[in-house]
């Protein structure tokens, strides 16, 4: 991890990149590579969701200055999603879709997003979030959905772990 980060280093050094930064690390991870490294990263890309809001590990990403994004931040459509009653009162009071609100209140919250869709009309929906704003009762109420799990993919357990290392396994000895 560290060779690749000095190399991740070395290219953004060089101009060859832009900005560099790490996915699924958790805070001890995080906390020891920004103690060791040259260039602390940029971001941190986690599942993030109104059902896993990771408030505790934002709280980490904010003191050492490295930027929250949310992968899955529809939950991938999980724990009915797109039909959720919370989200969808909110958003009937600003005219707007349960992903809206979603998305808007991750954005409050301090959180890039990065929502994912295959559908143009969808992704004009997904960015079209910036001539609303909710107010602090609405975000208040979208914090209780939080349950503090992963719903998608938890890279800290250690069958998720182990399911990961035979994959790589696999296409080292796959010659990949
Ligand atoms: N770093 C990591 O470990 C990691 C892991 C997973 C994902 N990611 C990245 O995170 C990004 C997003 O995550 P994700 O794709 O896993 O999950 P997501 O954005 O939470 O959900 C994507 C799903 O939502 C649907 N969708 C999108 N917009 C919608 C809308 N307005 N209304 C209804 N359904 C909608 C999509 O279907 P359609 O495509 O049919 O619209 C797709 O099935 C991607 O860029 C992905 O590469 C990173």
Request: aromatic content about 10%; glycine content about 8%; overall charge negative.
């Amino acid at each position: 991890m560290y060779g690749a980060w000095r190399a991740l280093e070395e290219a953004y050094t060089e101009g060859k990149i832009r900005a560099i930064g790490v996915s699924n690390f958790d805070s001890k991870q995080l906390m020891d590579l920004c103690a060791f490294a040259g260039i602390k990263p940029m971001l941190n890309q986690v599942e993030t969701h109104v059902f896993w809001q990771e408030r505790p590990e934002h709280e980490v990403m904010v003191r050492l200055g490295v930027q929250h994004m949310a992968w899955g931040p529809f939950a991938e459509g999980a724990n009915g999603f797109f039909t959720n009653p919370l989200l969808s009162a909110i958003g009937a009071k600003y005219d707007k879709s349960v992903g809206q609100i979603a998305l808007r209140f991750l954005m409050d919250e301090g959180v890039i997003v990065i929502p994912k869709s295959s559908k143009p009309a969808r992704m004009a929906e997904n960015i079209d979030v910036f001539d609303f704003e909710l107010t602090e009762s609405d975000r208040e109420q979208i914090r209780t959905l939080d349950t503090g799990t992963s719903l998608i993919l938890d890279h800290h357990n250690l069958a998720t772990v182990q399911f990961l290392l035979d994959r790589i396994k696999g296409q080292i000895d796959a010659g990949r």
